[in-house]
């Protein structure tokens, strides 16, 4: 009788605990529904002003920012579904509405460099309703380490 209690248990449990997923963002089903309905030389074009920004030298410790300038030069408004850095140092902030074509619009990139020496290279990858979906940006930093204080 106990094993059929706790088997009962156990199915309630399990039942209790079922597994919502998160309903997808209006956003990625306006990617996808874009991206199945519209040929190839519709798609937004994400044109960057530069792909690549370089700090130069920077101590260590310095929290520094590279804004990244780019234009819709496609036919259709361009949608960012995100971006993420290479490592978590790098943190990028992307527009939240679309940019319409031939608009501009800008990509904020956030380089922490706690912890860390000598040269890096860090990558952000966009994720939009581009074709390709994924773009790729990047910084580079030569990372001084302070000298010991003196007694």
Known sequence: MKKIIFFFLIAAFLCACENKLQPESKVSNALEVSQKTMSPEDYPVMTFAETNFDFGKIKQGDVV??????????????????????CGCTVPETPKDPVSPGASSQIKVVFNSAGKEHRQS???????NTNPAETK???????????????
């Open 65 to 86: 920012t590279h804004i990244f300038k780019f234009t819709n030069t496609g036919k259709t408004p361009l949608i960012i579904q995100g971006a993420t850095g290479s």
């Open 122 to 128: 860090k990558t952000v990858t966009v994720v939009a």
């Open 137 to 151: 940006i990047g910084i580079t930093a030569d990372v001084e380490i302070p000298a010991p204080a003196k007694r």
